[in-house]
């Protein structure tokens, strides 16, 4: 006998119904016989009219056979689905079986595959790292043999030409010479120094060398010979030292171009490293030999002489000196930017500005008699003057005594600071002393613009270091006082307009006596003739 099968859950839902109906009629025979036997006996009784005995008695006689086949043929039935369901609960089993099987399979496979993706990986990351050892090992040996190869070719040069003084002969002056070209070819890269070797000529003109140095032949003989002792170095074995003219000239065109420093490397045939080593070096130098002697506080008899022709200019007496404060740009530096930024200059070129402080005092012909480098741009004015040497030898130890240094507005009124009126609604009298306090305001401001036009690296930001910007910003201040000294003229396109904001200190007046003695010089000007009328 076939058997059947269940593939889904209404065929399993039907073997249930089917199972507990034959259950059921098995339980309780007699009511399905009881009810298929009075049928049976009305459907003859209407069919013949009679013999209702005799078919009772053929009637149980078949209903007892009739049951006994439904039981077995019930029984087979049952047999059947249970046999089925026992089937499928066998194949079932079967299924979870392969499954669990094939599931397993795979793990050990995957398993198996990641060792060995594993051990590969372990295989070329372990190549990979004996590769790059033997490359380092192999640069080593490299390096160790040109190290030695130099030293042997320069332990030769040295005997060669030890030899060459002993015995004099040509072939070994022959061979000595080829082995310091060697020896040169390995420690300096050739560059062209053709710009320099050109203007380093006696022949050279005299308005080209101004033109990339700023100063004439004279002034910058002058330089070399004053730093010569600073800055010379003595040739090696291995090279030859760069000579002092060429020092002084790096530096000087650097500092007169403000050209980046490879710009600086192509024109004299240097490394760029070398170029900002030598820039440094003569500005350190510059500081230290000339500044002492080219920029300091006057003596007594040259303050009568500059006193005497700030009076001549103004009409004010006992005037030093005439300061201002300006900015020098920079790049943002990595610490305390805000003590940097320059608010005004951001306002005003509408783009982000930093900065530092230079302030300086200068005699009547521009030449800098004081100065104080590198405080933050955000400082203003009275708070850089508060900072300065100059201020705290002014009120300490008596410096100015009886004497005035002229500023702007920027500056508090002091005892030997002399500043401008400020308020409004000014007199004629405060309208003419402002004139002349302008007059001798614009010694200072014109020396600060020829400053920056003569040495254009205070123009940009310079790729100094903010440690040693100071050193820098020295150098040119004295290279500014040289060429002052010195008659050197500057030309005309390199003039610039200096701008710097004036903020009007919160506290404007520190001293009543210099309050009243500023009222005294305004009046003595206007009754004495010597205030301006221009404001009329």
């Not at 009511?31 to 078919?55: A, C, Y």
């Not at 002492?292 to 007594?300: A, H, M």
């Not at 500057?490 to 919160?506: A, G, Y």
Request: hydrophobic share 30%; with cysteine.
């Amino acid at each position: 006998m076939k058997l059947p099968t269940f593939a889904d859950p209404e065929s399993l839902s039907h073997v249930y119904n089917l199972l507990q109906n034959s259950f059921y009629q098995m339980n309780n025979p007699n009511n399905n016989s009881g009810s298929s036997t009075n049928i049976r006996k009305r459907r003859r009784k209407n069919e013949h009219g009679g013999g209702d005995d005799g078919d009772e008695e053929d009637d149980k006689g078949s209903v007892s056979i009739n049951n006994g086949e439904n039981k077995k043929n019930k029984k087979e039935e049952l047999k059947g689905i249970l046999t089925s369901i026992l089937l499928l609960d066998e194949q079932e089993k079967q299924e979870v079986d392969n499954s669990r099987r094939v599931s397993e399979d795979e793990k050990f496979s995957l398993e198996t595959n990641h060792k060995k993706k594993t051990k590969a990986m372990s295989e070329y990351f372990s190549n990979l790292d004996d590769c790059f050892s033997q490359v380092e090992e192999s640069e080593r040996v490299k390096r160790k043999n040109s190290r030695n190869m130099s030293n042997s070719v320069a332990i030769a040069a040295a005997c060669s030409e030890s030899f060459e003084e002993e015995s004099g002969e040509r072939g070994n002056e022959t061979n000595g010479s080829k082995s310091g070209g060697s020896q040169r070819r390995l420690w300096v890269k050739d560059r062209s120094k053709a710009w320099w070797d050109e203007c380093n000529k006696d022949d050279f003109p005299e308005d080209e060398f101004k033109k990339a140095f700023r100063m004439g032949k004279s002034t910058f003989d002058l330089i070399c010979e004053e730093l010569n002792s600073a800055i010379v170095k003595e040739d090696t074995t291995l090279r030859n030292a760069i000579p002092v003219r060429q020092r002084v000239a790096v530096c000087l065109w650097r500092l007169a171009t403000g050209d980046p420093l490879r710009i600086v490397s192509k024109r004299f045939g240097l490394g760029i490293s070398t170029c900002h080593k030598l820039v440094l070096e003569v500005c350190t130098a510059i500081k230290t030999v000339l500044m002492p002697k080219y920029l300091q506080w006057p003596n007594e008899a040259s303050l009568r002489k500059i006193k005497t022709e700030f009076e001549g200019i103004s009409g004010i007496p006992n005037v030093v000196g005439s300061m201002y404060t300006s900015h020098v740009p920079i790049i943002a530096p990595k610490i305390s930017v805000a003590a940097y930024f320059n608010k005004r200059h951001t306002e005003r070129n509408q783009k982000t500005s930093y900065s530092i402080t230079v302030q300086g005092v200068v005699d009547t012909n521009g030449v800098f008699t004081d100065v104080c480098i590198g405080w933050p741009g955000s400082m203003p004015d009275d708070q850089v003057l508060e900072k300065s040497a100059l201020f705290q030898r002014a009120n300490n130890g008596g410096l100015l005594k009886g004497n005035w240094i002229v500023g702007s507005s920027g500056y508090p009124l002091m005892d030997w600071i002399l500043v401008p009126y400020t308020q409004q609604n000014l007199t004629w009298t405060q309208h003419g002393f402002n004139e002349k306090i302008g007059e001798i305001q614009k010694v200072s401001k014109d020396a600060f613009a020829r400053l920056k036009g003569r040495w254009s690296c205070l123009q940009k930001r310079t790729e100094v270091k903010l440690q040693d910007l100071p050193v820098v910003l020295g150098a040119c201040c004295v290279l500014h006082n040289i060429c002052e000294m010195k008659g050197e003229t500057m030309d005309p396109e390199l003039n610039v307009d200096v701008v710097d904001d004036e903020m009007v200190p919160e506290v404007g007046m520190r001293s009543v006596n210099s309050f009243k003695a500023r009222d005294a010089i305004a009046h003595n000007l206007l009754h004495h003739g010597l205030a301006g009328t221009s404001f009329l």
